[in-house]
């Protein structure tokens, strides 16, 4: 239906695009990216992929103003190279947070992110775990927004969960926590936060956890202070062993410094973005998810179901 | 800085639209809007609003299909008769809840309206406490989103609310009610929702109210199902009085028998869209919403801040 | 070329749809379609249509409003599940009378309707005898216009045309009924409509019906005040036998008591648009154009020229 | 509302523009049009119109290409200069017949022009009675389409119009002549042209002519063929005198020999296309247009209602 | 992976399209193309393009403006009749030199045709040789832009081209020419022109061409009065045999009676423009492009990489 | 005409945005810009820009990834904050390098950043000194590119300049050197690089410089490496002082460490980017620009011409 695929490695987190690559039995697309002095980037595709079906894999991770705009250089350049279709891949979709003027005189930044994407000119998306699930409707074109949450249920099933609760570490977590703790068929505790005054805010664990394990369940480990907060209200609140999961693992510090001294009993995390050497804790686990990409890109190739990969 | 000001009723709710040229001293720009006898709308303005700021008031209200289509109609036929700007004024915005794919292969109708109003041709949109805020994102277009919470807090704060807990009747009105929560310093419930088989459903009261005036607060009340369920398990749980607040009185069937039978103390709303006489239910309180959309309206129209209006 | 032929029912003629997928002997895809309780409508696909040839069957007629929202939700469903190609069959388009602005302060909501069409996502429309061909020019969208003409015509030869006219009912009519007068080989009469006072109007015949069979021909009946005013001042100028041929049944009240009394020899229609029951008359021909749609159906999706289809 | 006024004469018809710019007592601006051997056109602008409310007159007249392309070229030149608001002063618009695929497999280039004439720029659009009122609705910025059918009035009422008839000349032009006879209270008749084999066609008179004065009635004089046997039709079937009104008088060849004998007691015409000396037939009356443009130039640049100008 | 591939000549340069059309050894497509007497450009295609992929041969050549309009037209046309995919095949496009605002108050006609030819429906361009290879940036849609000088190279290599030099005539054309002397592996002259009061201008030769053959190289010659004072210079400079090479052969007037007095050894270009047989110089040589283009068009019908063609 | 005039520093140049703010006796408009630990980029206004007229300044220099992120993302700040309207100042425009395929399969990442930029909704750019004028075409927006020679040559006319020559360091740069020579009428010299084998390139002095003052001219000074090279060969050719003129301080590493060994007698550079302490040379002048944009912004605020500012 479209032309032979293609993988290109867009540069920010080159072992999921091998993992990708290598799933999908297709080599990684050669291109040239850099920087020159002038921090211009360049690009440069080492041979044509006119007329092919082209699958840029580019999570906007640190460094962020760079992968995004290397993202939308490599999408010109494709799309000026005659590309049939381009899917702009992004594991991790930044500026996900700026979803709304939450307060005044402020941008909608994920929406321009899809105006962006758009304008560079790319046909479709595949992104994981939006901040919120709104944001797939930034875009006007069509895509495909996945969540690891099964992989994570995977994971979890694996243990003893009698006894358990699912946490969500804020508010703003709480639907995604819920769809989380019913995978699980686990009841659901909330942490509120609320500033006291201009210096301190208070802690309020609404729901039960004494006595119980506690999973904190959240999108993503960006500075870890609100979930490293909320394990140690769960271990004041009586929890016995507290876990830690969430799909993107940003780790901005002091994330590290912190999940160090928080006491998890276990981390666990998908590689959506790279986890450097020096990030890998002892008690991390992260999850690959590169299989889980490579076969929703294979169906998208080949004009298949999306949904029928996860039973919907 | 724009042409002079100019209201038009889209005949969803012409009690507001009434309200609203009545505080800005402006009458009602005269408009014939009529259906032929095969269904199809008829427009025509009775004199030119050629450079004039125009404002079409029209919240998408029941019935539902006709009322976005005569605001569409409206807006082209003001375009085409050269106004100056266009701002569609959408008190209540339907479609709000169709915000994301919640469930696979179906619409982003949200989008849809934001970009169809877009294309028919106006400048701006104001509207009022969006089912999400990051509706106002899916808008291309500059626009305003407003809350109506304060109108709610007031009304409010002239009772006793010693002892008083916010209740928000699901997940999804969590974040919500933690405003509310916050603007009337009282302490925050959560009510979860959950399937235990095809059959049936149990409510869980997360956080507490033994004892305590809850308020139930929402965005809208449809047909009224999750609040007078949340109204029977707080009873349940040992609550004194029970309050329903939210912005929008959509009283879908069967919402009016539902609510006549809760036993709420108190139900508070706003005229975002019309209340028929016979939903006038005797514990049924309607704050009126015009003179704050008028405020605003002027404002916009003066090229002033909106903001300051809520001294953000 | 395009993906697999996938049939979809919008819901406003769910027979023609039948007939249609019937004829290209596939069956229609799987949708819900449904309005809750606060009237807003729900669409869900039963399975993908990723990568398919989608063409969605819904003439915009009775419920106007509705059918339209329903056409544009589910272009919305069908782009954002990833359709390879999506054409919207409109067998009949509703607003094609307001396709100028005949009076001041007016809209062109017909060339509204092609903009929102487009913005919803389709590719390609697919109509049938549109009010004024210049509509399809509203579009920037490709798509085909088609005419019954030939199915008209067909159905009048098998009679005895000796000593007939062609009757254009009012002077919009004049170039179609022209058209159709040529096809039978037959002269061309036209009804002139004055308005005398603000009261009353006069009719004109131009032309000449004495002794004549009359075939009044116009693209819709929809009140049939016009035609059945025509009727009248055609057997008052002598004409022995009266027709009526017209494309599309709208039917709108008061239009069958009208034609119950209007004394036509045989009403001749198309069904563009559902014919309740109840609006069957004894003396009305309802041609079934569903085949003729499918072979258009069938030559867009395999690449093949329509016009070859009516030997252009 | 807007910054100063500005006329640009565009070339094609330069005594209307500097008719337009005296009525509104601005000197025409400052504008060098000339090609380059290589027939490159080439437009620089004497001084600036930043900020400025910039008309340009050109009707898209002989040269036809080398007009339209001399609009599209000046409105990219005065954009690029940053003129605050842009219209295109068309006062006839080429290529109006081609506004519907009449044949298959053509292009609908009356949409064209207007997409072109939106995309170098133009906000807005200003003509005078187009081929079919539709074509309004091909651009997507607003604009305005006059009649002159009110100057033309006026020229009939100075002459002795008891016992006359107004005659379309085709089909086509039926809807147009019954709102001339209407405004000047006079029976309307229609010639009917048919093909009757490759070689010939029929002319027929729908309606009556015998004793009477006629005036043939249509929107512009082309090639002059059609009028031309119109009047020979009329004069054979007895009527008295024959005139011919029309708004555009593009007199393409041979339309001069052909109207030289054709023996009407006059042709009355507006000058919305030049009419050179070499064409003034003596008994050719050529209305002026300019004051009736630059009232409505002058109305649209304040802000003021068009449609007042004629009582609308 | 896109439809049969069709050929249509624009009617600009209908050798070149027969050229073409033989190489790929498909029939050139049936079209009508024709002016009217009010000269609007009429289009009829004999034979449906549904879903091809079809090449429209028009270099924008006098007479420019119809070439300009009948290639838009044409496009229109095309796309109406729902081509696969449409591509502009310009061997010259005009208006190059209006790609930038030398002069204040200026268009940029350039990006303006870009824009217009997108607008008209075309998905790709393919040009020869523009006058600045930015004027590709200028379009939004994806095309090649292929150059000529390798086969301009081959021509020269067949001559002694010891003891040479490659000259540009302005520092307009420096890095050009500097392109085809490193082809040649020649040395770079440069003549500029300074203009010294209102009404005289100096040429001053940049670089050293005594005892040398010199090859004046260009994209273009126009009225030819560079070149030829270019060669002027060069020989009261002492160069011995003087060349030009250029790609499009616009010759306008004077340029024949100028380089029929210049002297030129020989005269070298490409036929992406027609050179009628006036024009043919003894000294002139033109080079055939049309199987060049057929290689190219080839490889984007078939999605193969254009590049590889040229070695890239 | 506009509202109120607005100056919003974008971080990249504070030193810049501070002077323009000064010379328009305008404060700098409060905006809080910081990037958060995950360097996602947050922009707050700290008062409303509704219906104001709003000029950002962002050269888009080091560090240049943020520095267009964050103008694009204060675009839409201001755009969701109303304002009247935005103009993009941009006194240095990264990436006009990439303005053409020099390379195949590479973007057009200049064509690019203007596409962002209008997508991010400014209304107007004004710019400085673009790599190519061509550049200003890529911008569908209108707005000015104003060039900075003036103030080179004015300052240089303060030298003697008898017995000088102005020198392109390379063919790209021979039309801006030319044009800087006229205006200090001086004769033009070239250097022509062109490479030798894989390792070696060797550089050619076009034109003489043999006992004179050499003025290399170019746009920028990136790596210095060019300018380096060409002020050794014109000492080599026995060129006397050796002058380094140019707008676009960017000085990328290695830039200082070859200037400080180059021997410039002097480096003339305009603040277009910043210069920091460690990068001011002894030898280096900066020329200050902010009171010519200041001067322009004005202008533009107003409505008044802008090239009068230069006298055209």
Not at 281 to 287: A, C, G, I
């Amino acid at each position: 239906m479209y032309g032979e695929l293609v993988i290109i490695n867009g540069g920010a987190h080159p072992a999921l695009a091998q993992e990708i690559a290598d799933c999908l039995q297709t080599p990684l697309h050669g291109v040239e990216i850099k920087k020159f002095a002038n921090e211009n980037i360049y690009v440069q595709l080492r041979s044509s992929v006119r007329s092919r079906d082209v699958f840029i894999i580019q999570p906007t991770c640190v460094p962020v103003s760079d992968s995004i705009l290397t993202l939308l250089i490599l999408i010109d350049t494709v799309r000026r190279d005659s590309a049939g279709r381009i899917t702009a891949v992004m594991p991790y979709f930044a500026y996900g947070r700026s979803d709304k003027k939450d307060q005044p005189r402020t941008p909608i930044t994920a929406r321009l992110m899809a105006d962006l994407i758009t304008t560079a000119g790319a046909d479709r998306f595949l992104t994981l775990d939006l901040h919120a699930s709104q944001i797939a409707g930034f875009f006007s074109i069509p895509g495909d927004e996945m969540t690891t949450r099964i992989l994570l249920r995977d994971h979890f099933r694996n243990k003893d969960l009698s006894n358990s609760v699912v946490v969500a570490p804020d508010e703003g977590a709480s639907k995604r926590a819920r769809k989380f703790a019913e995978l699980l068929d686990l009841p659901l505790a909330i942490i509120e936060k609320r500033r006291r005054d201009a210096h301190t805010e208070a802690l309020t664990l609404i729901g039960d956890a004494a006595g119980m394990d506690a999973i904190i369940f959240d999108d993503e480990v960006d500075t870890a202070g609100t979930v490293c907060n909320g394990a140690a209200l769960l271990k004041a609140s009586g929890a016995r062993r507290v876990f830690l999961a969430a799909t993107h693992p940003l780790f901005s510090p002091p994330a590290i410094e912190r999940l160090q001294s928080a006491g998890f009993d276990e981390i666990v995390v998908i590689n959506t973005v790279p986890v450097p050497a020096e990030k890998m804790l002892p008690n991390l686990t992260v999850l690959p998810v590169g299989s889980f990409l490579a076969k929703i890109i294979g169906r998208i190739h080949e004009g298949r179901s999306v949904g029928e990969l996860i039973n919907e």
